[in-house]
Nanobody, 125 residues
Framework: QVQLVESGGGLVQAGGSLRLSCAAS????????MGWFGQSPGKEREFVAA????????YYATSVKGRFTISRDNAKNTVYLQMSSLKPEDTAVYYC??????????????????WGQGTQVTVSS
């Protein structure tokens, strides 16, 4: 069993920045792909970013490329999402997720095995 806990969300004005953190416990996630997903009220949970076990490969939704950066510190069992140039449409609950290492289908939420409880990000106009 893997437990994931997100933190770092909050209220920020458009153009601002936040850094989300996801701390893992219960198992070594060194061999896992880690992802971030966002969900707005009335919408499905959508892929935001993912990173492979070594940090050498990253993947981003088109809408956040160039503004968000995903990274990980395996020694701390923690993954981060640096969010910059935030827009009101980025408002969502952000969840971190983990799956066994893969180079395919990293954007598919149904293939992730473990999920955190989420952290709210609200961007005002």
């Amino acid at each position: 069993q893997v437990q994931l806990v997100e933190s770092g969300g909050g209220l920020v004005q458009a153009g601002g920045s936040l850094r989300l953190s996801c701390a893992a416990s219960g198992r070594n996630l060194n061999s896992y792909t880690m992802g971030w997903f966002g969900q707005s009220p009335g919408k499905e949970r959508e892929f935001v970013a993912a990173i492979n076990w070594s940090g050498g490969a990253t993947y981003y939704a088109t809408s956040v490329k160039g503004r968000f950066t995903i990274s990980r510190d395996n020694a701390k069992n923690t993954v981060y999402l640096q969010m910059s140039s935030l827009k009101p449409e980025d408002t969502a609950v952000y969840y971190c997720a983990a799956r066994k290492e893969t180079v395919m289908f990293v954007t598919t939420r149904a293939l992730y095995d473990y999920w955190g409880q989420g952290t709210q990000v609200t961007v005002s106009s």
